[in-house]
Protein backbone atom coordinates (compact mmCIF):
# COMPACT_ATOMS: atom_id res chain seq x y z
CA UNK A 1 0.00 0.00 0.00
CA UNK A 2 3.02 2.15 0.80
CA UNK A 3 4.40 2.34 -2.73
CA UNK A 4 1.54 2.92 -4.41
CA UNK A 5 0.69 5.71 -2.26
CA UNK A 6 4.26 6.97 -3.26
CA UNK A 7 3.22 6.30 -6.66
CA UNK A 8 0.58 9.16 -6.05
CA UNK A 9 2.70 11.17 -3.76
CA UNK A 10 6.56 10.10 -4.41
CA UNK A 11 7.49 13.13 -1.84
CA UNK A 12 5.29 11.92 0.92
CA UNK A 13 6.46 12.18 4.77
CA UNK A 14 5.62 8.23 6.61
CA UNK A 15 3.96 9.81 8.83
CA UNK A 16 4.86 9.70 13.03
CA UNK A 17 2.61 8.92 16.06
CA UNK A 18 2.19 12.18 16.76
CA UNK A 19 1.02 13.12 12.98
CA UNK A 20 -1.52 10.13 13.16
CA UNK A 21 -2.99 11.52 16.77
CA UNK A 22 -3.10 15.30 15.45
CA UNK A 23 -4.87 13.94 12.06
CA UNK A 24 -7.29 12.03 14.31
CA UNK A 25 -7.97 15.09 16.48
CA UNK A 26 -8.53 17.05 13.48
CA UNK A 27 -11.19 14.44 11.68
CA UNK A 28 -13.09 13.98 15.54
CA UNK A 29 -13.04 17.94 15.80
CA UNK A 30 -14.46 18.79 12.14
CA UNK A 31 -16.91 15.90 13.01
CA UNK A 32 -18.06 17.59 16.16
CA UNK A 33 -17.95 20.75 13.87
CA UNK A 34 -20.42 19.38 11.20
CA UNK A 35 -22.27 17.80 13.76
CA UNK A 36 -23.08 19.68 16.03
CA UNK A 37 -21.64 23.58 15.49
CA UNK A 38 -22.70 23.93 11.86
CA UNK A 39 -26.00 21.75 11.99
CA UNK A 40 -27.14 24.83 14.41
CA UNK A 41 -25.90 27.64 12.44
CA UNK A 42 -27.57 26.50 9.39
CA UNK A 43 -31.24 25.78 11.95
CA UNK A 44 -30.55 29.75 12.52
CA UNK A 45 -30.52 30.88 9.08
CA UNK A 46 -32.94 28.53 8.03
CA UNK A 47 -35.35 30.20 10.64
CA UNK A 48 -34.03 33.84 9.41
CA UNK A 49 -35.36 33.81 6.11
CA UNK A 50 -38.53 31.84 7.51
CA UNK A 51 -39.22 34.91 9.86
CA UNK A 52 -38.56 36.91 6.55
CA UNK A 53 -41.82 34.64 5.50
CA UNK A 54 -39.16 33.32 2.47
CA UNK A 55 -40.77 29.56 3.41
CA UNK A 56 -39.05 28.23 -0.01
CA UNK A 57 -35.56 29.52 0.91
CA UNK A 58 -35.46 28.37 4.38
CA UNK A 59 -36.87 24.71 3.49
CA UNK A 60 -34.42 24.45 0.95
CA UNK A 61 -31.29 25.64 3.30
CA UNK A 62 -33.03 23.02 6.01
CA UNK A 63 -32.92 20.34 3.54
CA UNK A 64 -29.82 20.88 2.32
CA UNK A 65 -27.84 21.26 5.09
CA UNK A 66 -27.21 17.18 5.72
CA UNK A 67 -24.92 17.21 1.69
CA UNK A 68 -23.22 20.72 2.90
CA UNK A 69 -22.44 19.00 6.56
CA UNK A 70 -21.39 16.04 4.41
CA UNK A 71 -19.33 18.15 1.76
CA UNK A 72 -17.68 20.01 4.43
CA UNK A 73 -16.66 17.20 6.49
CA UNK A 74 -15.32 15.82 3.81
CA UNK A 75 -13.36 18.22 2.87
CA UNK A 76 -11.64 18.31 6.30
CA UNK A 77 -11.20 14.76 5.90
CA UNK A 78 -9.07 15.29 3.40
CA UNK A 79 -7.24 18.41 4.68
CA UNK A 80 -6.44 15.75 7.58
CA UNK A 81 -4.90 13.86 5.29
CA UNK A 82 -2.77 15.84 3.56
CA UNK A 83 -1.56 16.87 6.81
CA UNK A 84 -0.55 13.33 7.54
CA UNK A 85 1.67 12.52 4.64
CA UNK A 86 2.29 16.21 4.49
CA UNK A 87 1.64 16.67 1.31
CA UNK A 88 -1.42 18.03 -0.43
CA UNK A 89 -4.08 15.38 -1.68
CA UNK A 90 -5.43 18.39 -4.39
CA UNK A 91 -1.55 18.30 -6.11
CA UNK A 92 -2.39 15.13 -7.64
CA UNK A 93 -5.12 14.93 -10.36
CA UNK A 94 -6.63 12.14 -9.58
CA UNK A 95 -7.65 12.75 -5.94
CA UNK A 96 -8.81 16.20 -7.23
CA UNK A 97 -11.28 15.01 -9.69
CA UNK A 98 -12.24 12.40 -6.86
CA UNK A 99 -13.35 15.55 -4.54
CA UNK A 100 -15.08 16.94 -7.15
CA UNK A 101 -17.18 14.16 -8.18
CA UNK A 102 -17.75 13.79 -4.13
CA UNK A 103 -18.94 17.38 -4.42
CA UNK A 104 -21.25 16.76 -7.53
CA UNK A 105 -22.69 13.78 -5.72
CA UNK A 106 -23.43 16.00 -2.16
CA UNK A 107 -24.82 18.65 -4.20
CA UNK A 108 -27.42 16.61 -6.58
CA UNK A 109 -28.17 14.03 -3.51
CA UNK A 110 -29.22 17.64 -1.38
CA UNK A 111 -31.45 18.70 -4.50
CA UNK A 112 -33.07 15.11 -4.68
CA UNK A 113 -33.72 15.61 -0.81
CA UNK A 114 -35.27 18.90 -1.11
CA UNK A 115 -37.09 17.56 -4.35
CA UNK A 116 -38.82 14.59 -1.59
CA UNK A 117 -39.80 16.68 1.32
CA UNK A 118 -40.98 19.21 -1.35
CA UNK A 119 -43.30 16.08 -2.93
CA UNK A 120 -44.61 15.34 0.43
CA UNK A 121 -45.18 18.58 2.00
CA UNK A 122 -45.70 20.88 -0.60
CA UNK A 123 -47.52 23.76 1.89
CA UNK A 124 -44.33 24.52 3.87
CA UNK A 125 -43.03 26.20 1.01
CA UNK A 126 -46.13 28.26 0.46
CA UNK A 127 -47.83 31.17 2.51
CA UNK A 128 -50.68 30.62 0.47
CA UNK A 129 -52.18 27.03 0.57
CA UNK A 130 -53.69 27.40 -2.26
CA UNK A 131 -50.62 28.12 -4.44
CA UNK A 132 -49.03 24.62 -2.80
CA UNK A 133 -48.79 21.83 -5.74
CA UNK A 134 -47.64 18.29 -4.87
CA UNK A 135 -45.25 16.59 -7.24
CA UNK A 136 -46.76 13.38 -8.45
CA UNK A 137 -44.49 10.04 -7.95
CA UNK A 138 -44.19 9.59 -11.48
CA UNK A 139 -42.63 12.99 -12.19
CA UNK A 140 -40.70 12.75 -8.87
CA UNK A 141 -38.93 9.76 -10.73
CA UNK A 142 -38.50 11.32 -13.97
CA UNK A 143 -36.75 14.56 -12.26
CA UNK A 144 -35.05 11.76 -10.20
CA UNK A 145 -33.49 10.22 -12.77
CA UNK A 146 -32.71 13.17 -14.94
CA UNK A 147 -30.55 14.33 -11.74
CA UNK A 148 -29.07 11.44 -11.48
CA UNK A 149 -28.28 11.17 -15.30
CA UNK A 150 -26.93 14.60 -15.00
CA UNK A 151 -24.41 13.76 -11.92
CA UNK A 152 -23.31 10.68 -13.77
CA UNK A 153 -22.32 13.02 -16.86
CA UNK A 154 -20.77 15.40 -14.67
CA UNK A 155 -18.42 13.14 -13.35
CA UNK A 156 -17.62 11.29 -16.10
CA UNK A 157 -16.60 14.71 -17.93
CA UNK A 158 -14.45 15.31 -14.77
CA UNK A 159 -12.71 12.35 -15.36
CA UNK A 160 -12.40 12.65 -19.07
CA UNK A 161 -14.25 10.14 -20.21
CA UNK A 162 -15.14 9.86 -23.84
CA UNK A 163 -19.25 10.32 -23.66
CA UNK A 164 -19.10 10.53 -27.60
CA UNK A 165 -18.73 6.99 -27.90
CA UNK A 166 -20.86 5.86 -24.78
CA UNK A 167 -23.55 8.25 -26.06
CA UNK A 168 -23.54 6.74 -29.68
CA UNK A 169 -23.57 2.70 -28.26
CA UNK A 170 -26.32 3.68 -26.20
CA UNK A 171 -28.06 5.00 -29.17
CA UNK A 172 -27.48 1.70 -31.38
CA UNK A 173 -28.40 -0.45 -28.40
CA UNK A 174 -31.80 1.85 -27.71
CA UNK A 175 -32.85 1.49 -31.22
CA UNK A 176 -32.02 -2.45 -31.36
CA UNK A 177 -34.23 -3.11 -27.81
CA UNK A 178 -36.88 -0.46 -29.55
CA UNK A 179 -38.12 -3.33 -31.11
CA UNK A 180 -38.44 -5.90 -28.44
CA UNK A 181 -39.39 -3.85 -25.56
CA UNK A 182 -42.16 -1.79 -27.95
CA UNK A 183 -44.72 -2.69 -25.00
CA UNK A 184 -42.99 -1.62 -22.57
CA UNK A 185 -42.00 1.82 -24.41
CA UNK A 186 -45.97 2.53 -24.91
CA UNK A 187 -46.32 2.14 -21.30
CA UNK A 188 -43.43 4.70 -20.49
CA UNK A 189 -44.61 7.24 -22.97
CA UNK A 190 -48.13 6.33 -21.29
CA UNK A 191 -46.91 7.52 -18.12
CA UNK A 192 -44.52 10.31 -19.42
CA UNK A 193 -48.23 11.34 -21.14
CA UNK A 194 -49.95 11.07 -17.73
CA UNK A 195 -47.03 13.30 -15.83
CA UNK A 196 -47.70 15.96 -18.39
CA UNK A 197 -51.65 16.19 -18.69
CA UNK A 198 -51.87 14.95 -14.96
CA UNK A 199 -55.25 13.63 -15.28
CA UNK A 200 -55.11 12.56 -11.40
CA UNK A 201 -52.62 12.18 -8.91
CA UNK A 202 -52.15 10.10 -5.94
CA UNK A 203 -55.36 9.56 -3.91
CA UNK A 204 -57.78 10.52 -6.82
CA UNK A 205 -60.62 7.94 -7.00
CA UNK A 206 -61.06 7.19 -11.22
CA UNK A 207 -63.57 5.32 -13.57
CA UNK A 208 -63.01 3.51 -17.15
CA UNK A 209 -65.64 4.86 -19.32
CA UNK A 210 -66.33 1.01 -19.93
CA UNK A 211 -66.42 0.71 -15.74
CA UNK A 212 -64.18 -2.21 -15.89
CA UNK A 213 -61.46 -0.74 -14.01
CA UNK A 214 -62.46 1.98 -10.81
CA UNK A 215 -60.90 2.84 -7.60
CA UNK A 216 -58.44 4.70 -6.19
CA UNK A 217 -54.43 5.70 -7.09
CA UNK A 218 -52.07 4.21 -4.93
CA UNK A 219 -48.90 4.55 -6.88
CA UNK A 220 -48.24 5.90 -10.72
CA UNK A 221 -45.01 4.46 -12.07
CA UNK A 222 -42.94 4.34 -15.44
CA UNK A 223 -44.50 1.35 -16.57
CA UNK A 224 -48.16 1.10 -14.55
CA UNK A 225 -50.68 2.37 -11.94
CA UNK A 226 -51.75 1.10 -9.10
CA UNK A 227 -55.01 1.15 -8.03
CA UNK A 228 -56.66 0.00 -5.17
CA UNK A 229 -60.54 -1.14 -5.92
CA UNK A 230 -63.34 -1.02 -4.40
CA UNK A 231 -63.37 -4.85 -2.63
CA UNK A 232 -60.16 -4.07 -1.07
CA UNK A 233 -57.71 -5.40 -3.74
CA UNK A 234 -55.52 -3.75 -5.84
CA UNK A 235 -54.00 -3.83 -9.37
CA UNK A 236 -51.40 -3.21 -11.49
CA UNK A 237 -52.52 -1.46 -14.60
CA UNK A 238 -50.48 -0.31 -17.90
CA UNK A 239 -50.06 2.70 -18.38
CA UNK A 240 -50.68 3.19 -21.91
CA UNK A 241 -54.25 0.94 -21.33
CA UNK A 242 -55.43 3.97 -19.17
CA UNK A 243 -54.25 6.52 -21.82
CA UNK A 244 -56.20 4.93 -25.14
CA UNK A 245 -59.71 5.15 -23.32
CA UNK A 246 -61.85 7.69 -21.64
CA UNK A 247 -60.56 7.83 -17.87
CA UNK A 248 -63.40 9.65 -15.53
CA UNK A 249 -61.97 11.94 -12.47
CA UNK A 250 -64.69 11.05 -9.76
CA UNK A 251 -62.65 13.00 -7.13
CA UNK A 252 -62.67 16.15 -9.26
CA UNK A 253 -66.59 16.34 -9.50
CA UNK A 254 -68.88 18.55 -7.42
CA UNK A 255 -71.87 16.57 -7.88
CA UNK A 256 -73.35 12.85 -8.95
CA UNK A 257 -75.00 11.78 -11.32
CA UNK A 258 -78.18 9.49 -10.92
CA UNK A 259 -79.50 7.95 -13.68
CA UNK A 260 -81.84 4.42 -14.14
CA UNK A 261 -84.39 3.01 -15.90
CA UNK A 262 -88.10 1.46 -15.24
CA UNK A 263 -90.08 -0.56 -17.66
CA UNK A 264 -93.74 0.07 -17.73
CA UNK A 265 -96.13 -2.09 -19.12
CA UNK A 266 -97.22 -0.50 -23.05
CA UNK A 267 -101.33 -1.90 -22.20
CA UNK A 268 -101.84 1.49 -20.02
CA UNK A 269 -102.73 4.37 -21.63
CA UNK A 270 -100.82 7.69 -22.15
CA UNK A 271 -102.29 10.25 -19.86
CA UNK A 272 -101.84 6.89 -17.38
CA UNK A 273 -98.07 6.77 -17.95
CA UNK A 274 -98.09 11.47 -18.61
CA UNK A 275 -99.55 11.93 -14.88
CA UNK A 276 -97.06 9.18 -12.92
CA UNK A 277 -94.20 11.23 -14.89
CA UNK A 278 -95.47 14.47 -13.59
CA UNK A 279 -95.68 13.02 -10.04
CA UNK A 280 -92.66 11.18 -9.74
CA UNK A 281 -90.42 14.78 -11.33
CA UNK A 282 -92.51 16.66 -8.41
CA UNK A 283 -91.49 13.95 -5.88
CA UNK A 284 -87.68 14.56 -7.13
CA UNK A 285 -88.18 18.64 -6.99
CA UNK A 286 -89.19 18.48 -3.28
CA UNK A 287 -86.13 16.45 -2.40
CA UNK A 288 -84.20 18.93 -0.07
CA UNK A 289 -80.69 16.74 -1.55
CA UNK A 290 -81.43 17.30 -5.32
CA UNK A 291 -79.84 19.44 -7.07
CA UNK A 292 -82.22 21.87 -8.56
CA UNK A 293 -80.14 24.25 -11.01
CA UNK A 294 -79.70 20.49 -12.85
CA UNK A 295 -81.70 18.94 -15.56
CA UNK A 296 -84.20 16.78 -14.03
CA UNK A 297 -85.22 14.13 -16.57
CA UNK A 298 -88.67 11.83 -16.01
CA UNK A 299 -89.79 10.80 -19.69
CA UNK A 300 -90.32 7.75 -21.70
CA UNK A 301 -87.52 7.27 -23.71
CA UNK A 302 -88.55 4.18 -25.23
CA UNK A 303 -91.52 2.34 -26.71
CA UNK A 304 -91.21 -1.58 -27.31
CA UNK A 305 -94.30 -3.92 -28.18
CA UNK A 306 -94.84 -4.65 -24.76
CA UNK A 307 -93.25 -1.84 -22.37
CA UNK A 308 -91.88 1.53 -22.13
CA UNK A 309 -88.68 2.37 -21.12
CA UNK A 310 -88.94 5.01 -18.31
CA UNK A 311 -85.48 7.24 -17.55
CA UNK A 312 -85.27 8.66 -14.33
CA UNK A 313 -82.24 11.14 -14.60
CA UNK A 314 -80.64 13.87 -11.68
CA UNK A 315 -78.18 15.32 -9.45
CA UNK A 316 -77.51 15.62 -6.05
CA UNK A 317 -74.48 18.36 -5.39
CA UNK A 318 -72.29 15.92 -3.67
CA UNK A 319 -69.64 13.66 -4.03
CA UNK A 320 -70.29 11.47 -1.07
CA UNK A 321 -70.67 8.13 -2.11
CA UNK A 322 -72.80 7.72 0.97
CA UNK A 323 -75.12 10.62 0.32
CA UNK A 324 -75.30 9.40 -3.27
CA UNK A 325 -77.35 6.06 -2.11
CA UNK A 326 -79.16 7.65 0.04
CA UNK A 327 -80.44 10.06 -1.90
CA UNK A 328 -81.10 6.79 -4.77
CA UNK A 329 -82.92 4.88 -2.12
CA UNK A 330 -85.63 7.68 -0.83
CA UNK A 331 -86.57 8.09 -4.89
CA UNK A 332 -86.51 4.30 -5.19
CA UNK A 333 -89.09 4.26 -2.78
CA UNK A 334 -90.97 7.18 -4.02
CA UNK A 335 -91.62 5.74 -7.57
CA UNK A 336 -92.58 2.62 -5.74
CA UNK A 337 -95.35 4.02 -3.86
CA UNK A 338 -96.25 6.55 -6.90
CA UNK A 339 -96.40 2.92 -8.85
CA UNK A 340 -98.51 1.55 -6.51
CA UNK A 341 -100.84 4.30 -6.08
CA UNK A 342 -101.33 5.00 -10.02
CA UNK A 343 -101.96 1.01 -9.72
CA UNK A 344 -99.02 0.29 -13.18
CA UNK A 345 -97.82 -3.05 -13.84
CA UNK A 346 -93.81 -3.21 -14.22
CA UNK A 347 -92.39 -5.62 -16.58
CA UNK A 348 -88.72 -7.41 -17.43
CA UNK A 349 -87.81 -6.87 -20.50
CA UNK A 350 -85.29 -10.10 -20.07
CA UNK A 351 -88.15 -12.27 -19.07
CA UNK A 352 -90.58 -11.53 -22.31
CA UNK A 353 -90.14 -13.27 -25.53
CA UNK A 354 -87.56 -12.32 -28.61
CA UNK A 355 -90.25 -11.29 -30.78
CA UNK A 356 -91.45 -9.51 -28.14
CA UNK A 357 -88.30 -7.55 -26.82
CA UNK A 358 -87.82 -6.08 -30.04
CA UNK A 359 -88.41 -2.09 -30.71
CA UNK A 360 -90.75 -1.35 -32.56
CA UNK A 361 -90.52 2.42 -31.89
CA UNK A 362 -87.13 4.49 -30.13
Known amino acids: MNISIRWLYPNLVVPTLYDIIVAIIIVVLGWLLQHYILKYIIRKIAGFFEKKSKLMTARIIEHFSREIRHAIFTGIIFFAISYLIEVSLFKNSSILNLFYSLMVFYFIKGVIDVLNYYANHPEAFHLDISKSTRLTPFTLRVINALL??????????????????????????????????RDTSSHIFGGLSMAFDKPFKVGDMVATEDNKIEGVILDINLRSTLIATSDKGTVYVPNAYLMNRPIYNLTTREKRKIQSYYYLSSMHTEEEVRSFCNVVKKQIILHPNISKNELILVYIDEFHANYYRLLVSYFIPSNDIQAKYEVQQDILFVIKQEIDNASLTIVNPDFLKPNENESTAN
Not at 161 to 180: D, P, W, Y
Open 148 to 181: AILAIVLIASLWQFNLNGFLTGIGLTSVALAFGI
